[in-house]
C-alpha cells in the first residue's frame, strides 16, 4: 500500500527576550517508521523530563482522568509507565480532581513533587480540571509542581489573566507543553519555565494489536465539544464505519474496584497492610489499562482511519496503522502533528481539510493512484 506524506521544516518562535530561539522538535526530520519515530519521541521525553526528577522518592500524580474517553486514560498509562521506569516505583498519592484530600496528600508526600496529568485541559474549555490545577498552585506555593505535557487553550482572555495571576505567583512551578503555540502562549502570559515535551502515551511503546482487521475504514470521530461540524459533498462509503470512543461497559468501574480491593488485599501476606490509597492506585491502572485496550482494539482491528482525535492519531502511530487526520475545533492536532509525528510514514498527509478530503485520500491509495499536487 502506498502511503503519501511530507516532512516539515523545523519551527522557531520567539522567547521572552524577543530573540530567536529554536525548539527540538521531530517534524523537520525525514520519513520514518513507528518503532524509529517512538524511540525517538520517548528519547526526548526523557531529555526534557528526567532532570527535574533525579533525586526523587515520594511523589504524587494526580487529576487522574475517571471517564471513558480513551486517549486520556493513554496519558496516564503512559505517565505510569515511565515513572516506575525512571524512579523505580508507583507514584504515593494519585487523585481525581474531585477526590483531593490535602490531609492525606501531606501524609503521603511531606516533600516530595506534585505532577499533574498531562493532556488538553489546561485552559477553560474543561473547567474543572484548571480549577483543580490553580487551587494546586494556590495551595502550595512553596511545592515543587511539575504540569506533564499539556495543549494550552483559554478562549477568554478573563480566564487567562485569572490562571496567569496565579501561576506567576507560583516560584516552583514546571510547565511541559505539547506542541509550539502552546509554548508560545505559555511564554507569553506566564513567567514559569516552560519546555515543549511530546505526549506521554508514547511511553507506551509499540503496541501490537490482537484484533483481527475486520474494517476496512473507520472514521473514529468527536462527538463532545471539541468536534468541529464537517459537512460532506457526497456519501461515505458503504463499508465506512463511524464511531467515537466514548462508550463503555456499564458498571466496569465498581468491578473494577472490586477487583483491585482483591488484588491490594494480597499485600497482606507479604508484610504489610494494604490501604485505601493503595487499592485506589490499582483501581485507576486497571481503569486505565482498559480503556486503552478498548482503543487499541477499536483502531488496531480497522485498515485504514480517518481521525480528528489526536490520541486516535498517535494509537495509529504506536500500532504503525495508515491513517489521515483532521483538526478538531482549536487546532489541537496540527499544532501537535507539526511538532512531533509528521515524519511518521503512514500518515496520509499532515491534515486533511474535510472529511470528503481524507476519503479520496484513502480511495486514491486504495486505487494506487499518484497523488495530486496539493497532497505532498
Given amino acids: 500500500m502506498r502511503i503519501l506524506g511530507n516532512a516539515s521544516e523545523a519551527v522557531r518562535c520567539c522567547d521572552a527576550t524577543g530573540g530567536t530561539e529554536e525548539f527540538r522538535t521531530m517534524a523537520e526530520n ?20 528526567g532532570p527535574y526528577l533525579e533525586g526523587v522518592d515520594d511523589f504524587a500524580l494526580v487529576d487522574f482522568p475517571n471517564h471513558p474517553n480513551v486517549g486520556d486514560s493513554a496519558i ?11 524512579l523505580g516505583r508507583a507514584p504515593s498519592y494519585v487523585c481525581t480532581y474531585d477526590t483531593w484530600a490535602k490531609e492525606d496528600f501531606e501524609r503521603a508526600v511531606p516533600a516530595g513533587p506534585i505532577l499533574i496529568h498531562g493532556g488538553g485541559n489546561f485552559g477553560d474549555l474543561w473547567p474543572s480540571h484548571q480549577e483543580f490545577r490553580l487551587r ?15 495543549t494550552i487553550h ?6 487567562l489573566q485569572r490562571a496567569a495571576d496565579i501561576i506567576n505567583a507560583h516560584k516552583k512551578f514546571l510547565i511541559l507543553v505539547r506542541d509550539v503555540q ?3 502562549v505559555a511564554r507569553e502570559e506566564f513567567t514559569a519555565p516552560v519546555d515543549l515535551c511530546p505526549d506521554m502515551a508514547f511511553c507506551l511503546g509499540p503496541q501490537s494489536s490482537r484484533a483481527a482487521i475486520t474494517r476496512e475504514l473507520l472514521l473514529l470521530l468527536r462527538t463532545d465539544h471539541e468536534k468541529v461540524e464537517r459537512p460532506r459533498s457526497r456519501p461515505l462509503p458503504n463499508f465506512a464505519v463511524v464511531e467515537d470512543w466514548l462508550t463503555e461497559q456499564r458498571g466496569l468501574g465498581k468491578w473494577l474496584f472490586l477487583k483491585a480491593l482483591l488484588e491490594t488485599s494480597l499485600l497482606a501476606f507479604k508484610g504489610r497492610m494494604p490501604s485505601e490509597l493503595d487499592a485506589r492506585i490499582r483501581w485507576f491502572h486497571l481503569l486505565a489499562s482498559n480503556r486503552v485496550a478498548r482503543g487499541m482494539k477499536q483502531v488496531g482491528s480497522s485498515a485504514y482511519v480517518i481521525t480528528d482525535r489526536l490520541h486516535t492519531h498517535i494509537f495509529c502511530v504506536l500500532l504503525n496503522v495508515p ?8 487546532g489541537k492536532i496540527s499544532t501537535f502533528v507539526d511538532a512531533w509525528s509528521k515524519p511518521f510514514e503512514k500518515l496520509g ?15 486514491d491509495i486504495c486505487k494506487g493512484a499518484p497523488a495530486s499536487p496539493n497532497q505532498g
Fill in 349 to 363: 498527509r499532515p491534515l486533511s481539510t474535510s472529511v470528503d478530503e481524507a476519503v479520496a485520500t484513502f480511495l
Fill in 154 to 159: 483559554f478562549s477568554s482572555k478573563a480566564s
Fill in 30 to 49: 525525514p520519513m520514518k517508521g513507528s518503532r524509529t519515530l517512538i524511540t525517538e519521541l520517548q528519547s526526548e521525553i526523557d531529555r526534557v523530563i
Fill in 182 to 184: 502552546s509554548l508560545k
Fill in 136 to 150: 494546586l498552585l494556590s495551595e502550595f506555593p512553596d511545592r515543587q509542581i511539575i504540569q506533564l505535557p499539556q
Fill in 76 to 86: 496516564w498509562l503512559g505517565e505510569e509507565t515511565y515513572l516506575q521506569k525512571k
Fill in 323 to 330: 491513517h489521515s487526520v483532521l483538526d478538531n475545533n482549536y
